[in-house]
């Protein structure tokens, strides 16, 4: 698990405010926790890049410009569809006893065998939801491929998590490994590759 610092200030709510804000590269957003009113916050673009160019999963420690600091996680981030520039985050506060639903990036790890046979390696699902005391969240989640074949694939339910428990629903598919596509493939379109699920029979 990474912690990030981000340095961010309380602000005025507006739209006008956050407009100007905008214009000099300053973002706004939010901070929310239950039981505690929401905080109007706003960081400099420069600061919040470590936390939306990345492929990890991070604990964020905010420290506002008087001093207060909270234990949060990016829960969203809005983006500019012209320009894709932030324009507004939200922060969700955490407490250590208290667990979390949160998404996690997957990170494949190895070469499957059906490269070596010239099949294409689809990774099906970036991100799966858990649920675990903040400071168990991991970077990442880690999905083996090596023993992946022509024709199979690996499900969310294949997947074990030390500590916490896994939300995204199991039959959903999280890498396959398509047959390589010929030139009859190719004169006459895409096709959908067979999928079957790595050491278990279809029903």
Known sequence: MNEILLQAQRRQPGRSAARAMRRQSVVPGIFYFHGEEPIAVAAHELALRPLIRTSESHLVRMRLDDGVEKTCILKDISFDPITDRPVHFDLQGVAADEAIAVEVPVNLVGQAIGQRDGGIVEALLHKIEIECLPLDLPDHINVDISNLGIGESIHVSDLTLEKGRILTHGDVAV?????????????SGPAEPEVITKGKEKA
């Open 175 to 187: 890498v396959a490994v398509a047959a390589p596509r010929t030139e009859s493939d190719a004169a």
